[in-house]
């Protein structure tokens, strides 16, 4: 799998938008972007994935590089429940033996 | 849709007895489920992973006779701490699969933590 580079901490002022970045440089064009979230001792939460074209749901927005080396995970309006630690994972879709493997993540902090 | 529980969310148990976790897929059928484990202020550390009738695969440096896992059903894993010990106290998080093709979709349970007195 391709190693991501995240920052390991952001602060973000509640109702602005959080924009955490990843680098992923080696990443292989079978290769889709993911990312997590982490609440204080809960379970990590999916937030939303991508291959090559900017996605966005309910939760977020990603933002992927033409050359797909990087991305961005856009929150548009941060609240303070959106305080956690953010996981960019890249992985590919095929084999049957498919695995999340976490890195240290970003821990945002959602300021009031 | 996508719901994976865990059972119990917390439990205490005294050295050198064994805990049973349970990872319940509940609104959709996992082929595959995943645990793992988390120290304080640290990633989560993948431990195994199991298909639905098959042994599971354990990662390099976790003891496959110490955490025993059970992939019985398309809905259900357990892991067994057995002989457990103070330092295996630790956030203990499970996830499951949708599907076996496509794009990888992986959800996780709330985690159960282990403290071992």
């Known amino acids: ?112 | 849709g996508a719901v994976v529980s865990q059972h119990p969310s917390w439990v205490i148990c005294k050295s050198g007895t064994s805990v049973k976790i349970e990872c319940r897929s509940l609104d959709f059928q996992a082929t595959t489920m995943f645990w793992y484990r988390q120290f304080p202020k640290q990633s989560l550390m993948l431990m195994a992973t199991s298909n639905e009738g098959s042994k599971a695969t354990y990662e390099q440096g976790v003891e496959k006779d110490k955490f025993l896992i059970n992939h019985a059903s398309l809905t259900l894993s357990t892991l067994t701490v057995t002989s457990a010990h103070p330092e295996d106290s630790s956030f203990y998080i499970c996830s499951a699969r949708v599907g076996t093709s496509g794009p990888l979709e992986q959800y996780f349970g709330p985690g159960t933590r282990l403290t071992v007195t």
């Open chain 1, 1 to 112: 799998d391709a190693k991501t580079t995240q920052p390991p901490s952001m602060d973000c002022a509640e109702g602005r938008a959080a924009n955490l970045p990843c680098n992923h440089s080696t990443i292989s064009g079978n290769e889709y972007v993911y990312w997590y979230r982490q609440i204080h001792s809960q379970g990590p939460q999916y937030i939303i994935h991508g291959l090559k074209n900017n996605e966005t749901n309910e939760m977020a927005s990603l933002i992927i590089t033409e050359d797909r080396k990087s991305s961005t995970l856009i929150l548009p309006h941060a609240t303070l429940r959106d305080t956690a630690v953010y996981y960019c994972i890249v992985r590919g879709n095929s084999g049957g033996y498919q695995k999340v493997t976490f890195g240290i993540g970003t821990k945002l902090q959602v300021i009031p």
